[in-house]
């Protein structure tokens, strides 16, 4: 089993609809994170957890929510999506800031 | 801000040639600096790290060097074969920091 499991793999939507996307990890690491992907851009960071209670704003932020309802689940919302939300989103976990990250398989999302 | 720039963003080289992909960091308190492997619809895999108390660390056919006076970082891959093939992305982080800074990746085609 993935010790990262992002699900849908894929989705596509329509402009202005509700979307979760859900992750779910085994490597018993307090941190997790989101990050989106776009060609040239690198990995931007959207949001950050360090444990249940503790959840900051990436880089990116703005238009998305995350839920961290576990040690080991942390979702990410997107209320009305638009169509610049569209990319590949991974799903990442840690065990500090400062050693590997382990990342899901990736999220592609299309807003349409 | 804190950045991390790669160089080239796309490189091909034949097969059994030497590839070398560099990055340039701006907070001189980054102290950990890890290569991702990003394979077609994967997620990025770790296949090499560095801490800023070594100079250069070495697994077969990889290799990676570091220069802090210079904060610059390079990946070099010998011998590459056609599985080499995928994006390469640089990051840098430093103890006590909240988040990863990655490069915008590079492409590395291996042509057989």
């Known amino acids: 089993d993935a010790d990262v499991t992002q699900t849908p793999r894929n989705r596509i939507t329509k402009t202005g609809k509700r979307i979760m996307l859900e992750c779910s990890q085994t490597k018993g690491h307090d941190r997790m994170y989101w990050y989106r992907q776009d060609p040239g851009l690198g990995l931007r960071l959207i949001y950050y957890?360090?444990?249940?209670?503790?959840?900051n704003k990436g880089e990116i932020s703005d238009g998305y929510s995350v839920s961290r309802q576990a040690q080991a689940k942390f979702s990410l919302s997107l209320e009305s999506a638009i169509p610049n939300q569209t990319a590949l989103y991974f799903c990442a976990t840690s065990r500090d800031g400062n050693t590997e990250a382990f990342f899901g398989q990736g999220t592609r999302l299309t807003v349409v | 801000g804190e950045n991390v720039e790669q160089h080239p963003s796309t490189l091909s080289v034949q097969e059994g040639d030497s590839a070398v992909i560099k990055c340039t960091y701006s907070?001189?308190?980054?102290?950990?600096f890890p290569w991702y492997k990003q394979e077609l619809g994967k997620g990025p895999q770790l296949i090499i790290d560095?801490?800023?108390?070594?100079g250069e660390k070495k697994d077969q056919r990889i290799a990676v060097t570091l220069n802090k006076t210079a904060k610059h970082f390079s990946l070099h891959i010998t011998e590459t074969q056609p599985e080499d093939s995928a994006v390469y992305f640089c990051a840098a982080s430093r103890t006590g920091g909240f988040k990863t800074i990655f490069g915008a990746g590079t492409r590395l085609f291996v042509k057989a």
């Open positions: 957890s360090f444990d249940v209670k503790d959840i």
């Open positions: 560095i801490r800023s108390n070594v």
């Open positions: 907070d001189s308190a980054s102290n950990y």
